[in-house]
Nanobody, 124 residues
Framework: QLQLKESGGGLVEPGGSLRLSCAAS????????IAWFRQAPGKEREGVSC????????IYADSVKDRFTISRDSAKNTVYLQMNSLKLEDTAIYYC?????????????????WGQGTQVTVSS
């Protein structure tokens, strides 16, 4: 059964860093697009970043460009989101999601599979 599981969230001070992981099971990362989304209280879910797993093509939301980096480790069947210079407004539940074909999008409705999410809280 195809599953995605996020980990790595937590509490961090402004300016700090976290690395989120999205571990895939039940299939092998190949020609897929894996994206990170986030949802803050009272707000809609928004796209953060996406990677095409057979080309390493990536996209980022403007709000996280130059601070966040998405990457994959095929041997571990895992996609990562390295988050640096975190800001208060980055506080949200972060989800990873998968779609085919292997073309990135920041629109939630294209994604077929979702993880349960991991909480990221940026606070002093």
């Amino acid at each position: 059964q195809l599953q995605l599981k996020e980990s790595g969230g937590g509490l961090v001070e402004p300016g700090g860093s976290l690395r989120l992981s999205c571990a895939a099971s039940g299939f092998t990362l190949g020609r897929h697009a894996i994206a990170w989304f986030r949802q803050a209280p009272g707000k809609e879910r928004e796209g953060v970043s996406c990677i095409v797993t057979n080309t390493d093509s990536t996209i980022y939301a403007d709000s996280v460009k130059d601070r966040f980096t998405i990457s994959r480790d095929s041997a571990k069947n895992t996609v990562y989101l390295q988050m640096n210079s975190l800001k208060l407004e980055d506080t949200a539940i972060y989800y990873c999601a998968l779609k085919t074909p292997a073309r990135c999008s920041m629109a939630t409705w294209y994604y077929e599979y979702w993880g349960q999410g991991t909480q990221v809280t940026v606070s002093s």
